[in-house]
């Protein structure tokens, strides 16, 4: 369950920028009780209200999507990806960290490490997990967590001047340190964190680790037909669940069916003699999927229209968290999607008999059918903008809780958001040959 995600100095995003799923403390909405379903309780120990959804609206080029791209480089950074390779890898010396992308634009920032924070919780537990590095090293690592209601130390690792290690492990600490910290001074790019799971008597680092691995999904390139073809091949169910999504939202079609059929794979693969022989049988197997309507026609996916493929796309990526939890950072999930589907898919997240497992959806977007009052589709707390100055070309996350309500008793937030009122709108020049 994530309750917040900061970014300082990546891209477009010069100052530490929030955005949070814990609901406004002081919340006063007419609607308030028609959208109870938008929350939920994170559980008993940490009682938390936190949100089913946010949406973050802005122009082209506003930040949006540098938002999403830092949760990416967080879970690239924290899994300790070296290469096409997760989990454990640990970087050789010298070999720079790829996903360092700071803000450009000023000559102090350029140089100056990223960071990013992200506050979760985690088999009841919660945690708040940092970091931040340049594209050469490591430089502060911390855990914490909250023990009977304080956020507590966990461990603090930082690299100070002239790279000399400053650490402390508190008495909740109870793993082993002594390899991970003697690669983490000797190499300076790798984190603590990927390489001291699986160690005896570490009881955070494996649940901080697997949480991020598993629950932080984040969806940028829109291209999961392939996925989600081999994802309902392994599972009956999966078939099922996905053909509900995609008759809702699309009535012609009435059945579908996944094939495996067999293609060539590059010579060079196949000569490669470091890929096992069973990687090679599996690149070798290619689904194919036939879509029946209610026609009696069968189509194929080239023969889809783009909604229609999207919406299947779209099965592998949001079932899996619909049914057991998790966090997806989606960029652009209107894309291709009719303005009624992507309601739709929004309600969905809202709708405690679908979302059985309080997953939660943070994702981009243009068009402002979401903000109409009448849907009855979002909290003032869920909604959010990202806007960016002129003059520095910094972008800027915030919310719509944080402006007054209107005193009239019916807000029109589409009117006022288009009318300039909240920002994060474009600034358009008319064009003339």
Not at 3 to 17: D, M, V
Not at 397 to 406: G, H
Request: proline content about 3%.
């Amino acid at each position: 369950m994530l309750i917040s995600f900061s970014a300082t100095n990546f891209r477009s995003l010069k100052e530490k920028q929030t955005i949070k799923l814990e609901a406004a403390s002081k919340y006063h909405d007419d609607d308030e009780d028609k959208l109870k379903n938008n929350l939920f309780e994170s559980d008993k120990k940490n009682s938390l209200k936190l949100l089913k959804s946010a949406a973050i609206y802005g122009a082209n080029a506003s930040g949006k999507t540098s938002l999403i791209k830092a949760v990416y480089a967080f879970n690239h950074v924290a899994m300790c990806f070296d290469g096409d390779e997760k989990g454990a890898q640990k970087r050789s010396r010298g070999k720079s960290i790829s996903d360092y992308d700071p803000f450009l634009l000023d000559k102090k920032t350029a140089t100056q490490p990223t960071e990013f924070e992200i506050d979760f919780i985690a088999e009841k537990v919660r945690y708040v997990y940092s970091f931040s590095y340049d594209s050469q090293k490591i430089h502060r690592e911390k855990l914490e967590f909250y023990f009977k209601g304080k956020k507590e130390l966990i461990y603090d690792i930082q690299l100070g001047k002239k790279d000399v290690l400053k650490t402390e492990f508190t008495d909740h600490f109870e793993g082993k340190k002594e390899r991970a910290l003697d690669i983490f001074e000797n190499t300076k790019n790798n984190l603590f964190l990927p390489l001291n799971i699986n160690e005896d008597g570490n009881k955070f680092l494996n649940p901080v680790y697997d949480w991020i691995g598993e629950k932080l999904i984040i969806e940028d390139d829109h291209d999961s037909f392939l996925q989600t073809a081999s994802w309902i091949k392994k599972d009956p169910k999966n078939k099922v669940n996905a053909l509900k999504i995609l008759s809702s939202i699309d009535p012609n079609i009435i059945d579908f069916e996944v094939e495996e059929v067999e293609r060539k794979i590059p010579q060079s693969i196949a000569e490669d003699l470091s890929i096992p022989e069973s990687l090679k049988d599996e690149m070798k197997k290619f689904p194919l999927v036939k879509f029946k309507t209610n026609q009696g026609a069968y189509f194929r996916e080239s023969q889809l229209s783009d909604g229609t493929r999207s919406i299947f796309s779209l099965c592998s990526v949001i079932l899996p968290i619909l049914q057991e939890g998790g966090v997806l950072f989606f960029d652009e999930l209107e894309k291709s999607l009719h303005p009624d589907a992507l309601l739709q898919v929004v309600k969905m997240f809202h709708d405690p008999k679908i979302n059985k497992g309080n997953g939660q959806i943070i994702f981009t977007a243009h068009n402002d059918i979401l903000l109409e009052k009448e849907f009855g589709v979002f909290r003032r707390d869920q909604i959010w903008f990202a806007g960016k100055s002129q003059k520095s070309g910094a972008s800027e996350i915030y919310s719509l809780s944080e402006f007054p309500v209107p005193t009239k008793k019916r807000d029109n937030i589409v009117e006022r958001y288009r009318n300039h009122a909240y920002g994060a709108r474009p600034l358009l020049k008319n064009f003339y040959w």
